[in-house]
């Protein structure tokens, strides 16, 4: 997914590009706000994240310019923490606003929030859809459930089914299996789905993994749903007899 990274601080853009690029984003930063929504006009994207505190024009201004024209999901992340500016950059559209400093398993977690609420790809304010939507998946209204096939996985309720049938999932496995759903076809690493799953310090047996994918597929009733690819990781994916 692509994501615009708007900040001026070379050192916090630097700290935030890896683990950005590693969750699977193709980020894209520039330092001047101006530039940023040339660009946006341009190429639109999946996601933005807005500092407020720019050199050529203020941050406010940026969030306003982009709801103009797009319905692209904008995460404010700046060193305001005031609640004025808190509530300002809500009114003024922003989808979420974290306050620096911040950690990067927050950050990422936040935007995949945003997303499953907004039901990315963006669309711009004419209804329009743009960026490229996650194959064969699709998010409900209110951002509570995945669809992707005859699979859906509902936050909400913590409940999947598999045309209509509902599946005996562990808590750890429907974990996992909505964390795959979330960007079908995409390959989580196994890196980010410990971490996203379990925990960035989980020390436990790497065979753990295999076992609650083993699990989920034979649940599923076909090893296609979940695909391994060679010293990465995993991604669901649609099994062949769906129809095209």
Avoid at 50 to 65: A, E
Avoid at 182 to 194: K, L
Wanted: charged share 25%; net charge negative; aromatic share 6%.
């Amino acid at each position: 997914m692509d994501l615009l990274l708007i900040e001026d601080d070379d050192a916090i853009a630097a700290s935030l590009h890896e683990p950005l690029t590693r969750a699977g984003f193709v980020v894209n930063r520039f330092d001047r706000g101006a530039a940023a929504l040339e660009q946006l006009r341009d190429a639109p994207v999946d996601v933005v994240l807005l500092d407020l505190g720019l050199p050529d024009m203020d941050g406010y201004d940026v969030c306003r310019q982009i709801r103009a024209t797009s319905n692209v999901p904008v995460i404010v992340v700046t060193a305001r923490s005031d609640e004025f500016d808190r509530v300002l950059g809500l009114e003024l559209g922003a989808d979420d606003y974290m306050v620096k400093p911040l950690g990067a398993r927050e950050l990422i977690a936040r935007i995949r929030a945003v997303l499953r609420r907004t039901g990315s790809p963006s669309t711009p304010a004419d209804g329009r859809t743009t960026g490229s939507p996650a194959t064969g998946g699709s998010v409900t209204d209110d951002g509570t459930a995945i669809t992707v096939g005859p699979l859906t996985i509902d936050h909400r309720t913590h409940r999947a089914t598999l045309d209509g049938e509902s599946l005996a999932l562990t808590p750890k496995e429907f974990d996992l299996l909505g964390y795959l759903a979330e960007d079908p076809g995409a390959v989580r690493t196994r890196t980010d789905i410990i971490e996203r799953v379990w925990d960035a310090n989980w020390f436990g047996p790497t065979k753990t993994l295999d076992a609650h994918v083993a699990g989920i597929r034979r649940k599923l009733g076909d090893r296609q749903w979940i695909e391994a690819v060679r010293g990465v990781g995993f991604r669901l994916v649609a099994p062949s007899e769906w129809p095209a």
